[in-house]
């Protein structure tokens, strides 16, 4: 940028006389810019039009732009008037070159954002500014000391003066006098203590006084730079209070003292000897700082094995929930969090192997349970369920969070209604305490001592209709529509979740409906029992909620999963599915349930639930009936849970549209983004892996094996790019796709000394996330997630759909040519086939001598080796024998 001229006497628009102004054209053309440029407005068209976009084209870094000469008179013909380069038009015409400079002027130096240079020995000047002379510097010149300049007063002296504090008002004189009697006689001094005296020792502390409050609004005052006070005390009682002062001299030496110090040689060895080690101990501190506290960071290692959240830089430990009567020798299989009360999380408990395997011989029978913690009470667990065998499995209905569902390790299906223990579970998160709660008939061994309330099943499903194997999935259906005994989705005229889905390694997908069949007629007194039992408990303290289904409860339906190129079946673990295909229907089913928001806010009550006919309700043609599922020896699978009729009528399941082998074994997480509902991440084996709904070739995004095997993986809630690992040898992983893709963002070791079997995040408050993780020693900690974590970044959802996208292509791309290379090689091997002659068949006799000669031809080298060893006799004896 030229730098300002000084004011000129005369002015390019014909000023005169120094401080007359003149009206000039638009733009005014102050008298305090240079003569050979003008400033000017450049409009967007105009910046579009040259290509000098202000921040875009041109930049403060880079300002300069050369404009043709030809171009601004066609512009200046065109739009007339309207051309911003119309006030000089007629300078543009007298210009003698063909280009023109426009400086962008960011800083508006001269009123305007651009400024045109006239001359082009001002362009010259400003695009070749002259290099700075350096002063040469004489060898032999000598560098001498700057003289202290004398003194000048600029008046400063009367500030300090001013700020300076004198006294304006007179002295006051005090006269002290004696008795006369006192004059001469003699003075006996003696030690007392100041508290037996009652005036020996007064203390005048100050206080505020509440009569009065002077408010100071401004104190002018002077300040001056002086050293930091430090005070230190000595451990010493001042145990008899003195009046007493004290006055010092410093201690100077003389100049002989001083002389003889100097010259002793003691102090001139230890000045010779000194040197060296000071320099050493400089020279340290310079390498690494001498001053870390190592106490401080003693245990905060990776290799410490600290499991109280030290070891973690970026998740750090809230609470950890144990309990050694129940969850001794036993691991976790599930967990979630509570939707609707703070801090209450529930896990399921199962049997190790090797634990049950040992109890088989044994005559005890431990109880299968599933405990909910409190962060109001983390050493004692708040409420128990009941199970007929382990739980694998369980999820909370999304209408009434009241209602539980899980799977069991024999097959079976079983409810719980918890709607009875709200307020304590409420309770213990308000006030602390537990809610008075009657135990008699809640107690788990019959022992009164027990002050944890049980809650029994309310229904479990038929034995011959459950599973044949573990359920290890289960899930809800959303409230919007529920499906028909042949996988047809129907709308949901109750507008809450009546059904579940169900999934084991048996080979089978089960869906579930927990409303009672419809009866064609009811008495009146059933009717008045379907009214209490909302409040009425039976005598073993079980809610009626579900009597209907215990023990008779069957499937809706069952899909199966034959394999696609072979005999069989695919053995199912995990599975996820989306039902809404696009965003319109989602925002529709939206509305209407913000239509029906007050009846919503009403518990339902699932006993008066009954199944409707499938002749009255309407079929939804937007709903997506296809699902993800993950499989025992690692492939991950695409199929829709709709029957067909094959010809002789019967229902069946249709082959899955894709099954592709991606991890190594025993796939343990298929959940889907909370951002992109059709993006799916896989874990299991020593990698994981995400999907698109949609690509039926593979994976978009494949991670590389690791060492340690990947037990389970969730997503962020609050973050699309982010995703947690956690890994078999107890440590967590922490994934940013904008940040890296080839290696995890974090790695947090040592969470825990054993496998991690689940991990779940959770969102308490706008500024407070937790992940929750479990181990196989039955133990549950809670971390608090930073704000790095859970802040998303600007656009962070539209960067990582991008990101899928560019792999979507990426993936097609490669299919493609590794198409084309499975074509050329194939081509090739045809070729390469028809160019080689024909090779001459030989006969089956011709064989046999050949297979006899290389017979013979291998006895004889036998032969010579063997005689060679010396042991040819032996062996030809033994032969023989």
Not at 33 to 56: K, N, R, W, Y
Not at 360 to 367: A, L, N
Not at 565 to 571: D, H, K, L, V
Not at 700 to 705: E, F, G, H, N, R
Request: net charge negative.
């Amino acid at each position: 940028m030229p730098p300002k001229r000084p004011k000129s006497a005369t002015s390019s628009a014909g000023s005169k006389g120094k401080g007359k102004k003149i009206p000039s054209p638009t733009p005014p053309e102050k008298p305090d810019h240079p003569e050979d440029i003008f400033p000017m407005v450049l409009t967007s068209v105009t910046q579009e039009l040259f290509g000098c976009c202000a921040d875009e084209d041109v930049t403060g870094e880079s300002p300069y732009k050369l404009l043709k000469k030809d171009d601004i008179i066609q512009d200046i013909k065109t739009r007339a008037a309207v051309s911003d380069f119309s006030p000089v038009k007629q300078i543009v015409l007298d210009y003698p070159e063909e280009e023109i400079l426009l400086v962008y002027d960011r800083d508006f130096t001269y009123d305007q954002c651009f400024y045109l240079v006239l001359t082009p020995e001002a362009k010259d000047r400003l695009l070749n500014p002259p290099k700075p002379e350096t002063p040469g510097v004489l060898e032999n010149e000598v560098i001498k000391t700057p003289e202290p300049k004398e003194w000048i007063s600029l008046g400063s002296e009367l500030e300090i003066d001013e700020e300076s504090v004198k006294e304006t008002r007179e002295k006051l004189w005090y006269k002290f006098s004696r008795v006369r009697r006192k004059f001469g006689a003699p003075a006996c001094f003696t030690d007392r203590n100041t508290a037996d005296a009652k005036d020996g020792y007064l203390e005048c502390a100050s206080y505020q006084d509440s009569r009065f409050s002077i408010k100071q609004m401004q104190r002018d005052c002077g300040t001056q730079a002086v050293p930091t006070l430090q005070s230190s005390s000595a451990q010493t009682q001042w145990k008899f209070q003195r009046n007493i002062f004290t006055q010092y001299k410093p201690r100077e030496l003389s100049e002989e003292e001083a002389e003889n110090i100097l010259q002793d040689d003691s102090l001139r060895n230890f000045c010779n000897s000194v040197p060296h080690r000071v320099f050493q101990a400089l020279q340290q501190e310079e390498i690494m700082n001498v001053f870390f506290d190592d106490l401080k960071a003693l245990g905060t290692g990776a290799e410490a094995g600290d499991w109280s959240g030290k070891v973690s830089e970026g998740l750090m430990l809230y609470q950890a929930f144990t309990d050694q009567k129940y969850a001794k020798d036993k691991k976790i299989s599930s967990i979630s969090w509570h939707p609707t009360i703070y801090g209450v999380i529930a896990v399921a408990l199962i049997e190790k192997k090797e634990e049950r395997f040992s109890e088989s011989t044994t005559s005890e029978v431990r109880p299968s349970l599933v405990i909910f913690y409190s962060f109001s009470d983390p050493s004692n667990p708040q409420l128990l369920l009941e199970c007929p065998d382990d739980i694998f499995a369980f999820e909370f209905c999304p209408s009434d969070p009241n209602i539980i569902v899980g799977g069991c390790m024999n097959g079976q299906v079983v409810l719980w209604d918890i709607s009875g223990h709200v307020t304590h579970l409420q309770g213990t998160q308000s006030s602390g305490k537990k809610a008075s709660v009657n135990t008699d008939t809640f107690d788990l061994d019959d022992n009164k001592e027990n002050k944890t309330p049980v809650v029994r099943y309310c229904a479990v499903s038929a034995l011959e209709s459950s599973h044949k194997a573990r359920i290890t999935d289960v899930q809800w259906l959303p409230p919007t529509f529920e499906v028909t005994r042949t996988g047809l989705p129907v709308e949901n005229k109750h507008n809450i979740s009546v059904q579940v889905v169900t999934c084991s390694p048996d080979c089978a997908i089960m869906f579930w409906d927990v409303r009672m069949p419809k009866l064609l007629s009811q008495s009146v007194s059933d009717k008045k029992q379907n009214v209490d039992q909302k409040t009425q408990m039976s005598s073993y303290s079980v809610p009626d909620t579900f009597k209907h289904l215990d023990r008779t409860w069957k499937p809706l339906f069952r899909v199966s999963l034959p394999r696609i190129n072979t005999s069989g079946e695919y053995a199912p673990l995990k599975f996820n599915f989306e039902p809404y295909t696009c965003s319109g229907n989602k925002d529709r089913d939206t509305e209407e349930a913000d239509e029906n928001d007050d009846s919503s806010k009403i518990i339902p009550d699932y006993s008066q639930l009954r199944v409707p006919s499938a002749k009255t309700l309407t079929t939804l043609e937007d709903v997506n009936t296809k699902l993800y599922f993950g499989t025992e020896d690692g492939e991950i699978g695409y199929t829709d849970w709709k029957l067909g009729k094959d010809d002789s009528g019967r229902l069946h399941s249709a082959k899955p549209l894709s099954c592709i082998g991606i991890h190594h074994w025993l796939v343990n997480t298929v959940q889907r983004s909370p951002f992109l509902k059709d993006i799916i991440l896989t874990t299991g084996g020593w990698n994981f892996a995400i999907w698109k709904e949609g690509i039926m070739d593979g994976p978009i995004i494949l991670s590389p094996s690791s060492e340690q095997v990947c037990t389970v993986g969730c997503w962020s809630l609050s973050r699309p790019a982010v995703f947690f690992i956690g890994k078999d040898d107890g440590s967590i992983e922490v994934w940013n796709l904008l940040e890296k893709t080839s290696e995890p963002a974090q790695v947090h070791a040592h969470i825990t000394n054993a496998k991690i079997t689940s991990i779940t995040p959770w969102i308490a408050a706008p500024k407070q996330h937790f992940l929750a993780v479990t181990d196989e020693l039955g133990m549950v900690r809670v971390f608090e997630i930073p704000k790095t974590l859970y802040i998303p970044s600007r656009s962070e959802g539209l960067s990582v759909k991008k990101y899928f996208e560019l792999e979507e292509e990426r993936l097609k791309d490669y299919l493609k040519k590794e198409e084309l290379w499975a074509k050329e090689k194939k081509e090739a091997e045809e070729l390469k086939k028809k160019m080689d002659p024909d090779k001459p068949v030989k006969s089956l006799k011709e064989t046999d001598d050949v297979n006899m000669k290389e017979h013979s031809d291998y006895l004889t080298l036998e032969e010579s080796i063997l005689k060679d060893m010396g042991l040819w006799t032996a062996t030809a004896d033994t032969q023989d024998t």
